[in-house]
């Protein structure tokens, strides 16, 4: 049974720092290029940032660049995002996601995601 479990979500202040876990299960993990998307009412979900299959190419979304950053541990099935420097304009959903592609192609185009989780909210105010 495939499954992804987000956490790290929550509240934090302008400035502050939450680091996002995705532990997966029930795929060939190590296969598949992990991503990070957000999304916000009313918006289409977004990629924040991608990691390949090995965890050897990144990406990033402009916003988050030199704040945001993604790694993998593919002993544990799970990626991470380490987010610095939040803003309130980084409040949002977080999902991960899973494809067999490049890690540009999973970032710029979501229906290239095989598998998504279910989110964990993210919520930057003072």
């Known amino acids: 049974q495939l499954q992804f479990v987000e956490s790290g979500g929550g509240l934090v202040q302008p400035g502050g720092s939450l680091r996002l876990s995705c532990a997966a299960s029930?795929?060939?993990?190590?296969?598949?290029?992990i991503g990070w998307f957000r999304q916000v009412p009313g918006k289409e979900r977004e990629g924040v940032s991608c990691?390949?299959?090995?965890?050897?190419?990144?990406y990033y979304e402009d916003s988050v660049k030199g704040r945001f950053t993604v790694s993998r541990d593919n002993a544990k099935n799970t990626v991470y995002l380490q987010t610095n420097s939040l803003k309130p304009e980084d409040t949002a959903v977080y999902y991960c996601?899973?494809?067999?592609?490049?890690?540009?192609?999973?970032?710029?185009?979501?229906?290239?995601?095989?598998?998504w989780g279910q989110g964990t909210q993210v919520t930057v105010s003072s």
């Open positions: 029930g795929f060939s993990f190590d296969d598949y290029a």
């Open positions: 996601a899973a494809g067999m592609t490049t890690v540009q192609a999973l970032c710029v185009s979501p229906h290239t995601v095989d598998y």
């Open positions: 990691i390949s299959s090995r965890g050897f190419h990144t």
